[in-house]
Nanobody, 124 residues
Framework: QVQLLESGGGLVQTGGSLRLSCAAS????????MGWFRQAPGKEREFVAAINWSGDITRYADSVKGRFIISRDNAKNTVYLQMNSLKPEDTAVYYC?????????????????WGQGTQVTVSS
């Protein structure tokens, strides 16, 4: 049974930082592209960042480029999202997801497994 468990969310002030973690189990982690998505109240879930199996290919949404960094540790079956210079518009539930394809994709439908999400709230 595949499980993706996010952690690290919370309340932070504008300009602050948070690091999200997603621990995976029940799958061969190094075989999966890993992605982060977010969903704000009343909005559709959107792509944030993704990373390939080895960590040398990453993709970011334009809205987070230069502020967020995605990374992974295959020995720990964990993917991270370092979020810096946070803004109120970054407030959302953040989800990690796993994709068994070799292509680093931004589209939701390409991902096979999803976590339950962790809330990030940025106060102004």
């Amino acid at each position: 049974q595949v499980q993706l468990l996010e952690s690290g969310g919370g309340l932070v002030q504008t300009g602050g930082s948070l690091r999200l973690s997603c621990a995976a189990s029940g799958l061969t982690f190094s075989n999966y592209v890993m992605g982060w998505f977010r969903q704000a109240p009343g909005k559709e879930r959107e792509f944030v960042a993704a990373i390939n199996w080895s960590g040398d290919i990453t993709r970011y949404a334009d809205s987070v480029k230069g502020r967020f960094i995605i990374s992974r540790d295959n020995a720990k079956n964990t993917v991270y999202l370092q979020m810096n210079s946070l803004k109120p518009e970054d407030t959302a539930v953040y989800y990690c997801a796993a994709d068994s394809s070799v292509v680093v994709t931004r589209t939701l439908v390409g991902y096979d497994f999803w976590g339950q999400g962790t809330q990030v709230t940025v106060s102004s």
